[in-house]
């Protein structure tokens, strides 16, 4: 697989993990979403894919050009 040309995209936290599971929690910690509306900029993986996926109704994705 050759990353130098994986995309871009920008993750932003756009609800508060108060009162969500602890995995829900954890998750967005691993992706370096710590407060609401904190914004993060990582290539489209897999596995950031993945974990992208399980907490959708907490962040926005954009793809950066």
């Keep these: ?3 130098q040309f994986m995309k871009k995209i920008k ?4 609800q508060s993990p108060i ?3 602890e995995r829900q ?7 370096g979403l710590g407060k609401t509306n ?3 900029e990582v290539n489209a993986t897999p ?3 993945g974990m992208v996926r399980k ?3 907490l962040v926005k994705v ?3 050009k």
Excluded: C, G, Y
């Excluded at 929690?25 to 992706?31: D, R």
């Design 11 to 14: 993750i932003t936290l756009v």
């Design 38 to 40: 904190a914004s993060k």
């Design 55 to 57: 907490v959708n109704h």
């Design 25 to 31: 929690k954890l998750t967005l910690k691993a992706l």
């Design 62 to 64: 954009e793809e950066v």
């Design 47 to 49: 596995q950031i894919l």
């Design 1 to 3: 697989m050759n990353f």
């Design 19 to 21: 009162d969500r599971p």
